[in-house]
């Protein structure tokens, strides 16, 4: 039922994931999906979590038995990409796009992806830093600076993809985020 709603909020907007629009979507009557989730605020809510598990799994997880420091932050540049690529929803990166829908407003939908989004950057300055003590990245490293950079190329993948057909933006992000970290490339 999760999943459809993310698929759903994917391609419309988490606004458009309401107890009517899932129970349409999947058949079933309005009580039935009201039993589960009570209120479209929780259904959202539980569609954020669903959203933020699968992004630590497909992105945290193949990465997090490396060393903190430049090993980790490249695994885990790569499966962001890979994950921004194809993440398993018709319209693209959710977690992306609600991001979007939400970083203006106020309320518990905004605080939890505001709080999980908040987890991932202090893990990426964790790295980071971890790189710049073990001399991986220099000293000089400004650890805000790249945390930003590399979310935003990240970010621009769906759109590059869907809006313009880019099928080459996930190599290009991975390129732009192994400059910013000043790791060589293969050109």
Known sequence: MLRAAADLASLEGLDSVTIGRLADRLGM????????????????????????????????????????????????????????AEPGYSGGCLLTQVTYDYD????????????????????????????????????TTDTPRVVYGLESLAAGITPARLLHGDDQADGWALHGMRTILGVPTAD
């Open 104 to 139: 203006g407003r106020t309320g518990s939908v905004h605080d939890r992806i505001a709080e999980g989004r908040g987890r991932w950057r202090e893990t990426l300055r964790h790295d980071i830093d971890a790189a710049v003590a073990a001399g991986e990245l220099p000293p």
């Open 29 to 84: 009557s309005k009580a039935g999906v009201i039993g589960q989730f009570r209120s479209k605020e929780k259904l959202q809510l539980e569609t954020v979590e669903l959203v933020l598990e699968d992004f630590r799994t497909r992105v945290w997880l193949p990465a997090r038995h490396l060393d903190a420091g430049l090993p980790r932050l490249l695994a885990v540049c790569a499966a962001w990409v890979r994950y921004a």
